[in-house]
């Protein structure tokens, strides 16, 4: 049926500047990911941005919580988690190659008041999972760009 | 300059006609006539000579072109050129008649400082009066379009600015110059 | 110019050149159009008609124009038109002074471009570039857009002074009206030219509610430096007082935070003072070190359903108080954490409270690469505390080190991640257990081995080209059986069963419990890639669990499990175009036939303004909740969809929207959380009226209908209606959003 072990994908650049807030997981994240792309080289350092073939800019990371489900007394049942991300992919002189897109991830959470922190590790893996799924997906989408 | 007045106007040009009965020549090729300060160039000049000796000249340029004029303001590093399909000048008004894709301007040394475009412009050097017209005299004529300079930086030629303000420099020179 | 000068080159420019600075201005020609100029070489040049004068930033039209040069100044006379910086004035007569830009306007009318601003005065006064004076003035930001002009809401002053700098006007001797009827005699006031902060009176707001009565709220805004600000909302409530609330936000280069307070004085309600407190605070101090406190405080136990919404907290009646000090440094990293839960109690439906921590260390040396070697030693020490007669057992303080590693085989195609883990815990109990230990140990080792590959195919589904990938995992987890029955549970809870727990070598998170695992878990995940941009369409996953040996550790109450075959887990979402998503989650008893857990969500929005979304979530035997939220404008109904003026602009005047948010428990038969609201734009002003109601017991509910005008670019956005709609509608877009200024060269003459 066609299927076939993935191949390491290929980018249309090879030296990637990326410019991600270095405190956000979400960041350290999308190095994780993008440091299994063969034959790219990640560059953090500012000074490299200028050189390099493309800059990958994440413009906003937003984690939110919102309780989605409260019973009659006023206790929250379900939470719903959702990160999300708007990424732009450019080149120095400012060409954009991914105009800004906005990715999001959303996980559901049972949630008792007893529970609260245990909740609140689980959030915390959830939110882990959530971010895996995103950089994978930033490193999808710029394995699609062409460079005309 | 006001001493243009009483200087004596020479002519060169390919060819020359005088008709004794209208008092005029007719100067014909690459005429160029200098009187004083002022210069001339054009296709063809017919000029009378007036009875208390005054000069008057029409200056026309071949189909196309445009007649030039330049002239040095009194007791000012200034001249003033201008260019039109034809060009009138009445040598005792000391005035000069700019006719058709008329353009009148006034140079600080090298440097242009002012400059009028349209379809009729009249100066008189003695008074320094100038008027444009566009439209109203000439129908279907150009609008009137005037370039002033700033006076403080009109001596020297306007520096490159500062590349991190606005990267087109101020035009010293707009379109329409033609040498 | 001279020729030995480079002809002047253009270079390409990203954006036209905004701020125009004093050297380049002072160098700027001025350039003259009309009919017929005449005037003196050195001295005065009058222009006719349909005469222009042009520079920089400044245009005048006029029927006749007098240049002087040498003053620099302009006489214009009959219908003048003057564009500043995009400021356009008309009117019969003005003189400029184009060096300082002083001069006057007679019976001038203005419009700002900053926020579409439009006036008619008698006189302006010019003082510079940015600086004016507007006499016997009328203002509003509703445009004129026939003969007449007739603003729904009018500004009326003595005078206005006008600063498109600081982008502020001050009125003096002013009246606010609306339609006709004076709102707000204002005799000194402040108001916004563009949307830089500005100290001022926000849009009041007025409810009529059923535990309040009639309530008056104006918030007054202090921009009291740029980087920190406040907001005051006195609040008059007929049937129970006056409240103040208090909002004050600071952001400084190492620290940021907000302090919200809402004090009632002898709250008539209860009878008693009422207060509450929640404070946000995020510092960074030395390198790698942080300060983070989330303290929520509040005065008494009914205060959540007297003051619905009231504190930011997400959980209503569970109010942490907690600091955290934490350290990383490359691998290591470290917490000193202190919480404390204030539990608001009701008699009717009483919460068994979280535990404190007092306090929590915590230390972790990991070092998690993708692929090779990873190893992670933690450390975690607790003291825990809660009222024991509500937990029914005794506090504690336990200390956990766990220490793990593992190693990957990493390819693009595949990966395999054997991992052993132990795990020593310690208690040391307050009071004696039941079987009188007031210690104990638990140690106990677990073996996990992790794999999967990953297939791919270019393929197309409904005519558009996919990257189709099929994921095969499986995980293999051994954990030897340790009785822990005895033991309490202090931060421990089995976690949901969906497609990221399943794959994790504990089904509980927290310490208290470690389950005697001898299972494989094997899933498949497939997902469409879309093939031109790589954007994720589809995503199904599929997993079980084959259980060699039945599971003997559970929390308190609980049965060993014995099935051989766990639970059916199905997972997926779906965003096959931007416009709409759906998510849905399914654990699936196949002895039982039932699902245990259902999240099914989905969500519709084709553009600005518009969105539709709904949940269904199901946890067996706890909650069933029904969530829907939408803002759709009504003027959809009768098919006239508006301009598209994009986000933050709505979508034209005269317009009708409704919003709203339905949260339905069906367990328990109840509407749980109704918003219900509608607003009308107007074009220079927006009606809201916002119905809320949220249960707040098994027989009680507050409900509140808010009102509230907005006067779009003359009294900043902010009050609290709009904030009820902000955090619980999805995807809720205000209808005039702070966009950024336009340019001058939108309003270009």
């Known amino acids: 049926c066609g299927f076939r072990l993935r191949q390491a994908p290929q980018m249309a650049f090879e030296r990637l500047f990326l410019d991600a807030t270095a405190a956000s997981a979400l960041g350290g994240e999308l190095r994780r990911a993008l440091a299994e792309v063969p034959g790219l080289a990640l560059r953090t350092a500012a000074a490299e941005r200028a050189d390099s073939d493309a800059i990958l800019e994440v413009s906003r990371e937003t984690r939110e919580q919102v309780a989605v489900g409260l019973n009659i007394s006023g206790q929250v049942r379900e939470y719903e988690l959702r990160l999300t991300l708007v990424f732009r992919l450019q080149t120095p002189k400012g060409r954009i190659l991914i105009a800004d897109t906005e990715l999001q991830q959303r996980r559901e959470l049972s949630y008792t008041e007893t529970t609260a922190l245990a909740k609140e590790a689980e959030q915390a893996l959830l939110f882990a999972s959530m971010q895996r799924d995103l950089a994978r997906q930033v490193v999808q989408r710029l394995a699609a760009v062409r460079l005309s | 300059e006001r001493a243009d007045r009483d200087r004596p106007l020479n002519i060169e040009s390919d060819a020359l006609r005088y008709e004794e009965r209208t008092q005029t020549s007719t100067f014909t090729g690459h005429v160029v006539a200098t009187k004083g300060t002022i210069v001339m160039r054009g296709a063809q000049l017919v000029v009378r000579q007036e009875p208390d000796g005054q000069v008057s000249g029409t200056l026309t340029a071949a189909p196309g072109e445009r007649a030039f004029f330049r002239q040095k303001r009194d007791g000012v590093d200034e001249f003033i050129e201008g260019e039109a399909e034809r060009i009138e000048y009445d040598g005792r008004a000391d005035r000069v008649r700019f006719v058709r894709r008329a353009e009148l301007r006034r140079l600080r040394g090298e440097t242009l400082a002012d400059q009028v475009t349209g379809e009729v412009i009249v100066y008189e050097h003695a008074s320094g009066q100038f008027s444009v017209d566009g439209v109203r005299e000439v129908p279907g004529g150009g609008r009137v379009r005037a370039v002033i300079a700033p006076r403080a930086a009109a001596s020297a030629p306007t520096s490159a600015l500062p590349a991190a303000t606005s990267p087109l420099r101020p035009a010293s020179a707009l379109g329409g110059a033609v040498r | 110019q001279s020729e030995s000068e480079p002809a002047p080159a253009l270079r390409p420019s990203e954006a036209l050149a905004e701020p125009i600075s004093a050297e380049a201005r002072r160098q700027a020609p001025t350039f003259l159009f009309g009919d017929g100029l005449h005037g003196q070489i050195d001295g ?76 008619e005065a008698a006189r302006a006064e010019f003082i510079d570039d940015h600086r004016s004076q507007v006499h016997d003035v009328r203002y509003s930001t509703c445009r004129r857009n026939g003969p007449e002009w007739l603003p729904d809401w009018v500004l009326r002053a003595a005078r206005i002074d006008i600063d498109n700098e600081a982008e502020e006007g001050r009125a003096h001797g002013g009246v606010l009206e609306f339609k006709g009827v004076p709102i707000l005699p204002v005799p000194g006031f402040a108001f916004p030219l563009g949307d830089q902060r500005r100290s001022g009176f926000l849009p009041p707001t007025l409810d009529l509610d059923s535990v309040g009565g009639f309530t008056y709220a104006q918030p007054y805004y202090l921009n009291l430096a740029p980087n920190y600000d406040a907001t005051l909302t006195p609040t008059l409530m007929s049937r129970r007082g006056v409240a103040v609330g208090g909002e004050f936000r600071y952001l400084a280069p190492v620290a940021s935070g907000q302090v919200l307070g809402n004090l009632m004085p002898s709250d008539r309600l209860r009878g008693r003072d009422r207060w509450g407190l929640s404070t946000q605070h995020q510092a960074t101090l030395a390198a790698g070190t942080g300060l983070s406190l989330n303290l ?66 915590t230390a972790r040396y990991g070092l998690s690469p993708s692929r090779g070697w990873q190893y992670t030693l933690d450390a975690d020490y607790s003291r825990f505390r809660a009222d024991a007669t509500r937990t029914l057992q005794p506090n504690a303080e336990r200390s956990v080190l766990s220490a793990q590693i593992g190693y990957t085989w990493l390819t693009p195609g595949s990966f395999l991640t054997p991992t052993l883990r132990t795990n020593h815990t310690h208690y040391a109990f307050d009071a004696p257990l039941v079987d009188g230990r007031t210690r104990a140990t638990r140690s106990l080792p677990t073996f996990s081995l992790d794999g999967g590959l990953i297939f791919e195919r270019d393929t197309a589904y409904f005519g558009r080209a996919v990257r189709q990938t099929l994921e095969p995992r499986a995980l293999y987890v051994y954990t030897p059986y340790r009785d822990q029955q005895a033991l309490p549970v202090y931060d421990t809870a089995a976690k949901d069963f969906n497609l990221d727990s399943i794959f994790s070598d504990n089904p509980y998170v927290g310490s208290d419990r470690i389950a005697d695992e001898n299972l494989l878990t094997l899933g498949l995940v497939s997902r469409l890639y879309d093939a031109d941009n790589g954007g994720e369409l589809v995503r199904l996953g599929l997993a079980q669990r084959l259980r060699f040996s039945s599971q003997k ?65 199901l946890k067996n035997g706890i909650s069933e909740q029904l969530d829907m939220g939408w803002q759709w404008p009504l003027n959809d109904l009768w098919n006239d969809p508006g301009l598209d003026l994009g986000p933050g602009r709505g979508l034209g005047a005269g317009r009708w929207y409704s919003v709203g948010r339905l949260n339905f428990s069906v367990m328990e038969h109840k509407l749980v959380d109704a918003i219900l609201g509608f607003e009308y734009d107007a074009g220079c002003w927006i009606g809201r009226v916002v119905f809320d109601r949220l249960q707040s017991g098994a027989a009680s509910s507050s409900s509140r209908i808010m009102f509230q005008l907005e006067l779009v670019g003359f009294s900043r956005l902010g009050s609290n209606p709009l904030k009820t709609l902000r955090d619980n509608i999805p995807r809720y877009q205000y209808l005039r959003e702070p966009a950024p200024p336009p340019s001058r060269f939108s309003n270009y003459d």
């Not at chain 3, 007569?93 to 439009?118: A, I, R």
């Open chain 3, 44 to 119: 005065e040049s009058v222009l006719e008609g349909d005469a222009m004068l042009r520079r920089v930033d400044t245009v005048i039209r006029a029927e006749r124009l007098r240049y002087d040069r040498a003053t620099n100044t302009v006489r214009a006379e009959g219908d003048v038109r003057l564009n500043r910086y995009g400021n356009v004035y008309r009117g019969p007569e003005l003189e400029l002074h184009l060096d300082d830009g002083s001069g006057f306007f007679t019976q001038p009318s203005f419009s700002f471009l900053k926020n579409g601003g439009y006036g």
């Open chain 3, 296 to 361: 929520n405080r509040v005065s008494d136990a009914d205060y959540w359903r007297d003051f619905t919404r009231g504190i930011p907290a997400l959980t209503p009646r569970l109010l942490p108080a907690d600091g955290r000090l934490s350290w990383s440094q490359g691998a290591w990293s470290a917490q000193w954490r202190s919480l404390k839960w204030q539990t608001l109690q009701t008699p009717d439906a009483p919460i068994i409270p979280p535990y404190d921590r007092l306090p929590q260390l």
């Open chain 3, 553 to 617: 550790v559970t929390l308190p109450g609980e049965t060993p499990i014995d099935e051989r075959l766990s639970d059916i887990l199905v997972g997926g979402s779906l965003q096959w175009s931007p416009r709409w998503r759906a998510d849905a989650g399914l654990q699936f008893n196949p002895k039982t036939g039932r699902s245990l857990r259902t999240t099914l969500g989905a969500r519709y929005s084709p553009g600005n303004y518009r969105v539709l979304s709904a949940g269904y979530r």
